[in-house]
């Protein structure tokens, strides 16, 4: 996870590039990005690829064919998104502002444990943009949180995960300014609790997760049967998308594509069906966007399927013989 610095400063956008035969590859990931609504150039764009595949590959040494494989796993929509951030785009921030406050208030209340509109979880998420927007601009874009973000995960899953790391070094810090003030010798040591305290479980979280699992077995059983075969080729049999292509008939690439499509739809039905109202519940209001970022957080802690697998675009397992890793 790199949600925080390393010992060297990252690579510049600009400065990053692509080995000449990945060019094409590269484009064809801008424009499935579109990254262009933001006005991201093309070589900003593929700068990032470049450190993306540097961080997994550990250097420039990579083939076209690996370059291949791994781009068809990355998030390239979030991707382009954070580059644009990075780069001080208006439009971009506006978008990431409208698509991701409401959830990083609701992943913050989940971590804290209390309330979304508690004032706490606000202030825990907010402080979080300024790191985000650092010196963004074109003079100093690489000075941005968002260059530790390579697209390997989604990124809510980036997001969630160093709002989850900011916790836990204030807990230690926390506990490395309690040490500090040891009572004086011959004095009774008091174990010192964190700062900040676990407050009692959310009482709606049984009717969280009631809800969330009803419309997803709804949305599920909405797919139609080559939609639903994919699905359980991939995560109830555990199927590479080479063995998915050759059972069903389809390339790799589009095996690939068709599951980001079928989770995208799958994820839409699923909030459509929260935001609406409960009509075996005499007509209970429809989730808001944080009860929905807790309907999903619940669910991923209880259920037995990877939730977060299922729900984040282009997160897909490699082919046999691959290293599976998935990271930001």
């Known amino acids: 996870m790199d949600s925080r610095p390393e010992n060297s400063p990252a690579q510049p956008l600009r400065e990053a590039k692509l080995p000449e035969p990945c060019l094409d590859l590269a484009r064809r990931c801008f424009a499935e990005?579109?990254?262009?609504?933001?006005?991201?150039?093309?070589?900003?764009?593929?700068?990032?690829?470049?450190?993306?595949?540097?961080?997994?590959?550990?250097?420039?040494?990579?083939?076209?064919?690996?370059?291949?494989?791994?781009?068809?796993?990355?998030?390239?929509?979030?991707?382009?998104?954070?580059?644009?951030?990075?780069?001080?785009?208006?439009?971009?921030?506006?978008?990431?502002?409208?698509?991701?406050?409401?959830?990083?208030?609701?992943?913050?209340?989940?971590?804290?444990?209390?309330?979304?509109?508690?004032?706490?979880?606000?202030?825990?998420?907010?402080?979080?943009?300024?790191?985000?927007?650092?010196?963004?601009?074109?003079?100093?874009?690489?000075?941005?949180?968002?260059?530790?973000?390579?697209?390997?995960?989604?990124?809510?899953?980036?997001?969630?995960?160093?709002?989850?790391?900011?916790?836990?070094?204030r807990i230690r810090a926390a506990r490395k300014f309690d040490s500090l003030d040891e009572p004086p010798d011959g004095e009774a040591r008091r174990v010192r609790e964190p700062a900040t305290q676990q407050p009692p479980p959310d009482p709606r979280r049984g009717l969280y997760l009631e809800r969330f699992e009803k419309a997803l077995a709804d949305a599920l059983a909405s797919l139609d049967e080559r939609d639903r075969s994919r699905l359980q080729l991939y995560y109830g049999e555990n199927r590479t998308l080479a063995e998915i292509g050759r059972l069903i008939g389809e390339h790799e690439s589009s095996v690939s594509r068709n599951l980001e499509r079928v989770r995208r739809e799958l994820r839409a039905t699923v909030e459509e069906l929260l935001r609406a109202k409960a009509a075996d519940r005499n007509g209970e209001a429809g989730f808001d966007d944080a009860q929905i970022a807790l309907a999903v957080q619940y669910a991923a802690e209880d259920a037995a399927i990877d939730l977060e697998k299922l729900f984040n675009p282009s997160k897909l397992e490699k082919p046999a013989g691959r290293n599976p890793e998935v990271k930001p």
């Open 33 to 169: 990005a579109e990254a262009e609504r933001w006005q991201l150039s093309f070589q900003v764009f593929q700068g990032a690829l470049a450190r993306s595949a540097a961080k997994r590959f550990g250097g420039s040494s990579f083939t076209a064919a690996q370059f291949e494989d791994y781009a068809l796993g990355l998030h390239l929509h979030d991707l382009a998104l954070a580059c644009a951030c990075s780069e001080g785009s208006e439009s971009a921030w506006e978008e990431f502002f409208s698509q991701f406050r409401g959830y990083l208030r609701a992943a913050a209340a989940a971590i804290l444990r209390c309330a979304p509109s508690d004032s706490t979880a606000i202030e825990f998420a907010d402080s979080l943009f300024a790191d985000l927007y650092g010196l963004a601009g074109r003079d100093a874009p690489s000075r941005s949180l968002f260059r530790y973000f390579h697209g390997r995960s989604s990124l809510k899953t980036w997001l969630r995960a160093v709002l989850a790391q900011r916790h836990v070094d």
